[in-house]
């Protein structure tokens, strides 16, 4: 079974410099998430989508971003990176209202140095 | 996250069951979730559970939900190695746009020969 796609798996970027993850939700899934898990934290909230309209915001920082496109796969920019953004960054999709659906992919690791 | 709780660390025999305790506070909370995060990797769907159930079983997995304690617990039965992991409970917290998963604090497993 398809499940959620992100890229890149590993990132490396120095500080004040600019990434852009990007998230391939499950098919036919209409809501995406992104949740940021730092070292041995428990992942918290950033941004949600619900067909390609941004649904809820919860701890995003201001130079983040992000956007769900025509196709539903979403991309989250970061500007001005700093050493604090080093960290797990996860995608998820579910069909809205089936709460029980929640697929997470793998996860980006970015580093900041 | 703050609104969920778990005790940090379990240590247990390889055989022996396991019980993993979460106390949640928000009570409109529709659905609830076990989640296995192994190192480095992804956050792994185990079972979720409805609010209006108390019990579900899958296999060695066991959840058990006290409404009224706002209380959940996942027990694992005959514990593996390869059930070392982190545990997170989470909930539904519905929100005005959406729905979004709020993470306990994760619950690291330790199974020992």
């Known amino acids: 079974a398809a499940g959620v796609i992100q890229s890149p798996r590993h990132l490396i970027k120095e500080k004040r410099e600019t990434a852009t993850l990007k998230c391939y939700p499950i098919?036919?899934?209409?809501?995406v998430y992104w949740y940021q898990q730092g070292p041995g934290q428990d992942p918290q909230f950033l941004i949600s989508f619900y067909e390609k309209m941004q649904s809820d915001k919860g701890s995003i920082p201001d130079r983040f971003s992000a956007q769900q496109f025509s196709d539903y796969h979403s991309e989250l920019n970061m500007s001005s990176l700093e050493l604090g953004d080093s960290a797990l960054y996860f995608c998820?999709?579910?069909?809205?209202?089936?709460?029980?659906?929640?697929?997470f992919g793998s996860g980006t690791r970015l580093t900041v140095v | 996250g703050e609104d969920v709780e778990q005790s940090l660390f379990l240590s247990v025999r390889e055989g022996d069951s396991s019980v993993i305790n979460c106390t949640y506070t928000?009570?409109?909370?529709?659905?609830l979730y076990w989640y296995k995060q192994e190192p480095g990797a992804g956050l792994q769907l185990l079972t979720y559970i409805f609010s209006n159930m108390d019990m579900k079983q899958d296999q060695r997995l066991t959840v058990l939900l006290n409404k009224k304690d706002k209380h959940l617990s996942l027990r694992i039965a005959d514990t593996q190695t390869g059930d070392s992991a982190i545990y997170f409970c989470?909930?539904?917290?519905?929100?005005?746009?959406?729905?979004?998963?709020?993470f306990g604090t994760g619950t690291q497993l330790k199974v020992e020969l």
């Open positions: 928000d009570s409109s909370s529709t659905y």
């Open positions: 098919p036919r899934h209409d809501t």
């Open positions: 989470a909930e539904i917290l519905l929100t005005g746009g959406g729905n979004k998963l709020t």
């Open positions: 998820a999709s579910s069909i809205r209202v089936q709460r029980h659906g929640y697929t």
